[in-house]
């Protein structure tokens, strides 16, 4: 069956300092990747996705993630947080027309 | 990305009541999902909604419960039944886009409580 694991379900960082939010996968297929952000009060938005291209993949906001096959990953990064990116944080995996979401990670940013 | 709107925005209803709520998208779409978001826990769907075909429901959840219309390619509901206070919850719809289709994109959701 399909599942994803989200490591951190709290995160707590300064401004400036740098992010990775782990997610792992189970799927048989071939899989597209997301992330999704939830900022206070504001709607499901989608970060970033994995196609089967480059498994580097740019999102909005200056955000990252990588896609590492043989260790069923995509973890989210970003170099240097902002106050404003102070939100919850979902990855999911799209299969049989679907989407899996992990269980989502907050994200407080402290100035 | 489509933009789509949920109606009401939020409620508090009584045990035993039902209450519909409605998702509008500004293009039209072929697939149309409905989640529930518990507090403090992730996104679960519910149903995928088809235009002129039976809703499709997940393990847990029964048509009974959460009947879905889905008239046209831009519109859908999704009524809760005879709810309980574990019903209480935010209800997303979202809609299926990109060249795959696997892309989704959100509603803003109907937070529901019962009382």
């Known amino acids: 069956a399909q599942s994803v694991s989200q490591h951190n379900h709290h995160v707590i960082l300064s401004e400036a300092a740098s992010l990775e939010l782990g997610c792992n996968y189970s799927?048989?297929?071939?899989?597209?990747l997301f992330w999704y952000v939830q900022y206070p009060g504001q709607h499901l938005q989608l970060l970033l996705k994995?196609?089967?291209?480059?498994?580097l993949v740019k999102g909005i906001k200056g955000f990252e993630a990588e896609f590492i096959k043989s260790k069923f990953s995509f973890n989210l990064r970003k170099p240097s947080v902002q106050w404003s990116d102070t939100a919850e944080y979902f990855c999911?995996?799209?299969?049989?027309?679907?989407?899996?979401f992990g269980a989502g990670t907050r994200l407080a940013v402290h100035p | 990305s489509a933009v789509i709107s949920q109606k009401p925005s939020r409620d508090i209803c009584q045990r035993g009541t039902s209450l519909t709520i409605q998702c509008q998208v500004d293009s039209q779409v072929t697939m149309m999902f409905w989640y529930r978001q518990q507090p403090g826990q992730s996104l679960t769907l519910i149903a995928t909604?088809?235009?002129?075909?039976?809703?499709?429901?997940e393990s847990g959840f029964v048509i009974d419960k959460f009947p879905i219309s889905r008239p046209n390619l831009t519109f859908s509901t999704l009524t809760v039944s005879n709810m309980s206070p574990e019903d209480s919850s935010i209800y997303l719809c979202?809609?299926?886009?990109?060249?795959?289709?696997?892309?989704?994109?959100f509603g803003p959701g109907t937070r529901l409580t019962v009382t």
């Open positions: 999911a995996v799209s299969g049989y027309n679907k989407l899996i």
């Open positions: 799927y048989g297929g071939t899989v597209n």
């Open positions: 994995y196609f089967s291209e480059d498994p």
């Open positions: 979202s809609v299926a886009s990109g060249v795959a289709g696997y892309e989704q994109y």
């Open positions: 909604a088809n235009q002129g075909s039976e809703a499709t429901y």
